[in-house]
């Protein structure tokens, strides 16, 4: 049994991830900002814990990831203010970073984009910009840490439903649905092939347990 903490636990993403982890047995705990959404957490196969990620020191933060085997990082300010966005996407993501290495859980699977990277080629004047700089900068965080992690870069996400198929070798503009983004996030806890990896994928028509490996 694997103990995951899903960061960002009331997310599309994270509310399909839940039960296939905890289908295959695993203990899942779920960081929720919202107390309300704690029955949807539940349902999904979780245990909630209620902190807001924003405000949250990193020693708070170390004290909620202790005892779990991996973080996942699922979590984003979902648009809004360039300074929401700053203070979730880039400062609260390198906070749980830092916290989980002082935790001592290695593990960590970061939910990115596939666009990520200082040749992310958005304007500054985009309202696009505080995003795809805000995962640049965590990114290369998590990249220069001592961490076990791995970078997920799917393109835009649909609400298609999950094929359990992706395409890694030539993603395209990476358009998947969630449901293959949650899929591929437990595939890459359960295969250690793929910690410091950054894996870029979308839709395709390779089994995500193959596709990862490749």
């Known amino acids: 049994m694997t103990r995951v903490l899903i960061i960002g636990g009331h997310g599309k993403v994270a ?3 839940a039960p296939i982890l905890a289908a295959r047995g695993d203990d899942v705990t779920s960081v929720i900002r919202n107390p309300d959404h ?3 957490v539940v349902t999904a196969g979780a245990t909630p814990v209620v902190a807001d990620i924003e405000t949250i020191g990193a020693g708070e933060l170390a004290t909620i990831i202790a005892g779990h085997d991996a973080v996942v990082w699922s979590a984003g300010a979902g648009g809004g203010s360039p300074e929401r966005t700053y203070a979730i996407d880039r400062d609260a993501a390198i906070r749980s970073m830092d916290a989980a290495a002082a935790a001592g859980v290695s593990r960590y699977v970061m939910v990115s984009y596939i666009g990520s990277g200082p040749d992310h080629g958005v304007p500054e004047d985009h309202s696009f910009f505080a995003y795809a700089d805000s995962k640049t900068v965590a990114d290369a965080h998590l990249r220069e840490t001592d961490l076990d992690w791995t970078i997920l870069a799917p393109g835009g996400l649909t609400l298609d439903e999950p094929t359990g198929r992706i395409n890694v070798e030539n993603p395209g503009d990476g358009r998947v649905s969630r449901g293959n983004v949650a899929a591929v996030a437990a595939a890459v806890l359960a295969d250690d ?8 994928f979308g839709d395709g028509d390779v089994p995500i347990a193959e596709a990862i490996t490749a």
């Open 15 to 17: 509310l399909r991830l």
């Open 193 to 200: 092939s793929t910690i410091r990896r950054t894996i870029t």
């Open 38 to 40: 704690a029955t949807d």
